[in-house]
């Protein structure tokens, strides 16, 4: 069946399954996988990628909410998905979709210890990122809370680390390395028995072997972006030029105006626009999008479901496919343009954009 859709967002499955091989070459055999796949699998579609990473046998799938975590489960997925913001109004929907949920405060606590009901948990502690978690001088009256519960099974324990991809902050991962494993210590002391911990995101196991645990959480690494020529971008977004047209000298393009022709040009007008998450800073010949192999610039202000660039140099007409992002204009020098994070980029594809997944 041919492509009818305009703008097209190409998943290399075959990518994905090579990235999660080499980060698990840098684990120990025994070391368990947890895979992200909250953000609609970082805007790649959370149901075809989690349904291929629980083939591939990983452990099993982190999500933001239960929302995210009830549609996987009733698509079919079996493996233990794992809600990191359970919520406190959505319990009916996490027991009858056996789901687990990320417990980071007294609250969750006792109104999932309350429900009375077998539930998969894991704790969460915060170990310097100050955002979610419990603090290590609560670990005590955390075991004393978790034993007045005894239908809540603790699956593990674990932290986030706040800084593991960047050299100058590697003192403060180590801290947070070291009071994780306090933690742990008392924790277990107390309770009696241990439990899996995990810690070490994507950048953790590129660059913190030594602080392995026995899970680790695997996120953007899957989808081949980190600073490792060993993992592959897993997608490419495509789109095409749907007019063509000449803009004499002194003529203005886009809103405003905002770019005036300072001779006669050629432009192309592509269906994608910042509703399709195409950053509105990329304007101005600031962004660039790949056609024929050659960068052709942005002009004019990126509109809601389109954007203008420079056909002046190029042979290109009406039909001719564009790249907006994919191997040669990766996400990752899309973000350092736009002095942001790939997440970014990513979390904003619309869901309108097709995708169409290959291997």
């Given at each position: 069946m041919?492509?009818?859709?305009e703008t097209?967002?190409e998943?290399?499955?075959?990518?994905?399954?090579?990235?999660?091989?080499y980060?698990k070459?840098?684990?120990?055999?025994?070391?368990?996988?947890?895979a992200v796949v909250?953000?609609y699998?970082?805007?790649?579609?959370?149901?075809?990628?989690s349904?291929?990473l629980?083939?591939?046998g990983?452990?099993?799938?982190?999500?933001?909410?239960?929302?995210?975590?009830?549609r996987?489960?009733?698509?079919?997925?079996?493996?233990?998905i794992?809600?990191a913001n359970?919520?406190?109004?959505?319990?009916?929907?996490?027991?009858?979709n056996?789901?687990?949920?990320?417990?980071?405060?007294?609250?969750?606590l006792?109104?999932y210890?309350?429900l009375?009901?077998e539930?998969?948990?894991?704790?969460?502690?915060?170990?310097?990122?100050?955002?979610?978690?419990?603090?290590?001088?609560?670990?005590?009256k955390?075991?004393?809370?978790?034993?007045?519960?005894?239908?809540?099974?603790?699956?593990?324990?674990?932290?986030?680390?706040?800084?593991?991809?960047?050299?100058?902050?590697?003192?403060f991962t180590?801290?947070?390395?070291?009071?994780?494993?306090?933690?742990c210590?008392?924790?277990f002391?107390?309770?009696?028995?241990?439990?899996?911990r995990h810690?070490?995101?994507?950048?953790?196991?590129?660059?913190?072997?030594?602080?392995?645990?026995e899970m680790?959480?695997l996120?953007?690494?899957?989808?081949?972006v980190?600073?490792?020529?060993?993992?592959h971008?897993?997608?490419t977004?495509?789109?095409?030029i749907?007019?063509v047209?000449t803009?004499?000298?002194?003529?203005?393009?886009?809103?405003?105006?905002?770019?005036?022709?300072?001779?006669?040009?050629?432009?192309?007008?592509i269906?994608?626009g910042?509703a399709d998450g195409?950053?509105?800073k990329l304007?101005?010949?600031?962004?660039?999008?790949?056609?024929?192999?050659?960068?052709?610039?942005?002009?004019?202000?990126?509109?809601m479901?389109?954007?203008i660039?420079?056909?002046?140099n190029t042979?290109?007409?009406?039909?001719?496919r564009?790249?907006?992002?994919g191997?040669?204009?990766?996400?990752?020098?899309?973000?350092?343009?736009?002095e942001?994070?790939?997440?970014?980029?990513?979390?904003?594809?619309?869901?309108r954009?097709?995708?169409?997944y290959?291997?």
């Amino acid at each position: 069946m041919g492509i009818t859709h305009e703008t097209i967002l190409e998943v290399n499955t075959n990518h994905l399954e090579s990235n999660l091989n080499y980060l698990k070459s840098q684990l120990k055999p025994s070391t368990k996988v947890i895979a992200v796949v909250k953000a609609y699998a970082y805007g790649h579609g959370d149901i075809v990628l989690s349904r291929k990473l629980e083939l591939l046998g990983v452990h099993a799938l982190w999500v933001a909410d239960f929302e995210e975590g009830s549609r996987l489960r009733e698509s079919g997925i079996n493996i233990p998905i794992i809600i990191a913001n359970p919520g406190t109004k959505s319990t009916n929907k996490i027991i009858e979709n056996k789901l687990d949920v990320v417990i980071y405060n007294f609250k969750l606590l006792q109104l999932y210890g309350e429900l009375n009901t077998e539930l998969n948990i894991h704790i969460k502690f915060n170990t310097g990122m100050n955002r979610y978690g419990f603090n290590p001088d609560e670990v005590k009256k955390v075991i004393d809370t978790l034993q007045q519960y005894p239908k809540l099974k603790i699956q593990s324990i674990c932290s986030h680390l706040a800084a593991s991809d960047n050299p100058e902050n590697d003192k403060f991962t180590d801290k947070q390395c070291l009071i994780f494993d306090t933690i742990c210590t008392t924790f277990f002391t107390c309770f009696g028995y241990k439990v899996d911990r995990h810690i070490l995101n994507t950048n953790g196991v590129l660059r913190f072997t030594n602080k392995e645990y026995e899970m680790v959480r695997l996120g953007i690494g899957l989808f081949g972006v980190a600073d490792d020529k060993n993992l592959h971008q897993i997608s490419t977004l495509k789109s095409v030029i749907t007019q063509v047209r000449t803009i004499k000298k002194g003529e203005g393009i886009g809103y405003n105006a905002s770019f005036i022709a300072t001779e006669d040009m050629k432009v192309g007008i592509i269906p994608f626009g910042y509703a399709d998450g195409l950053n509105r800073k990329l304007s101005e010949k600031y962004g660039t999008i790949l056609v024929n192999n050659s960068p052709c610039p942005i002009i004019g202000k990126i509109s809601m479901d389109s954007c203008i660039i420079d056909l002046s140099n190029t042979t290109a007409t009406t039909g001719d496919r564009v790249i907006i992002f994919g191997k040669e204009n990766t996400i990752l020098s899309i973000a350092k343009k736009l002095e942001t994070i790939p997440y970014e980029i990513f979390a904003t594809l619309n869901r309108r954009i097709k995708r169409v997944y290959s291997s």
